[in-house]
């Protein structure tokens, strides 16, 4: 049925009548041509978007590796994970190397297939070797990284989860670092802190071995960062009889103190 792959512009209403039937028969081309119309509003068809993903649907259906993947995106984005993973997969035997993230997504999270990270890693290896999505894929890859560890110590493979995790060298991943090597508790916080982590800034504060100006520090820095924890002693630290006796800030921080606890008890009453 080739003949209906190319357009008549003489007679463009017969045409598309022709290349409907030839699609609804079966041809793959056909359907990737009509597709093509209503997407760009070609030969008589005004454009249309649900017709096109429509034409997108069948010609997956016929075999067209690209569509496949196409629909794959579409169903995951409607919620239908079983559907998008076999067609995801689909695409990705027929050699569309991209669908190697959607895969990987969906071993990581469990989404119409079991989980299963070490496949999850293996697909974000291969989606990293095609570049296919680069900021999604890395976000992914920390996440799938930190549920191996926490699996790993689960099964009682600490060195092996303290490896995977110094591998990964972020904020979240130091601060984790800190509670499972006890013995390098204090330089995996000060990692943490220096990446901006809040939680890892009130951790060391309230350490021992660092000085009494280092925990201020590291104290008046997560206060400042949000950490809700750090706002009280800090304000003790800045009152009366304090070592560093400053009204305005203790009253700044008692302030913190008094709203937050405003707030949270307008959330228990919500």
């Given at each position: 049925?080739?003949?209906?792959?190319?357009?008549?512009?003489?007679?463009?209403?017969?045409?598309?009548?022709q290349l409907q039937h030839a699609s609804?028969?079966?041809?793959?081309?056909?359907?990737?041509?009509?597709?093509?119309?209503?997407?760009?509003?070609?030969q008589g068809l005004q454009a249309d978007p649900q017709q096109a993903l429509r034409c997108t649907m069948l010609a997956a259906s016929q075999g067209d590796p690209r569509s496949m993947y196409h629909t794959a995106v579409v169903e995951y984005a409607q919620g239908q994970f079983e559907s998008?993973?076999?067609?995801?997969?689909?695409?990705?035997?027929?050699?569309?190397?991209?669908?190697?993230?959607?895969?990987?997504?969906?071993?990581?999270?469990?989404?119409?297939?079991?989980?299963?990270?070490?496949?999850?890693?293996?697909?974000?290896?291969?989606a990293r070797e095609c570049q296919a999505e680069p900021e999604q894929r890395e976000k992914l890859f920390?996440?799938?990284?930190e549920q191996k560890a926490?699996?790993?110590?689960?099964?009682?493979?600490?060195?092996?989860?303290?490896?995977?995790?110094?591998?990964?060298?972020?904020?979240d991943s130091c601060l984790q670092l800190a509670w499972l090597d006890p013995a390098n508790r204090l330089h995996y916080l000060q990692e943490a802190a220096d990446?901006?982590?809040?939680r890892a800034m009130y951790a060391l504060a309230r350490s021992t071995g660092i000085s009494s100006r280092e925990a201020f520090e590291q104290l008046r820095n997560a206060a400042k960062a949000g950490c809700v924890q750090a706002w009280a002693p800090l304000a003790r630290l800045y009152g009366p009889c304090q070592a560093r006796d400053?009204?305005?800030?203790?009253?700044?921080?008692?302030?913190?103190?008094r709203e937050g606890r405003e707030l949270s008890l307008r959330e228990y009453e919500l």
């Open positions: 049925m080739a003949e209906h792959t190319q357009p008549r512009t003489q007679n463009p209403d017969p045409w598309i009548r609804r028969a079966g041809d793959l081309n056909s359907t990737l041509t009509l597709r093509q119309c209503y997407l760009e509003g070609r998008s993973f076999r067609w995801m997969m689909c695409s990705w035997r027929a050699g569309i190397l991209e669908a190697s993230f959607g895969l990987a997504r969906a071993y990581a999270r469990g989404q119409g297939t079991g989980k299963d990270l070490d496949k999850a890693l293996e697909y974000l290896e291969e920390v996440q799938v990284m926490a699996q790993l110590v689960r099964q009682g493979e600490l060195q092996q989860a303290i490896s995977l995790l110094q591998q990964l060298h972020t904020a990446m901006g982590n809040a400053c009204p305005v800030q203790y009253r700044r921080w008692q302030q913190s103190v």
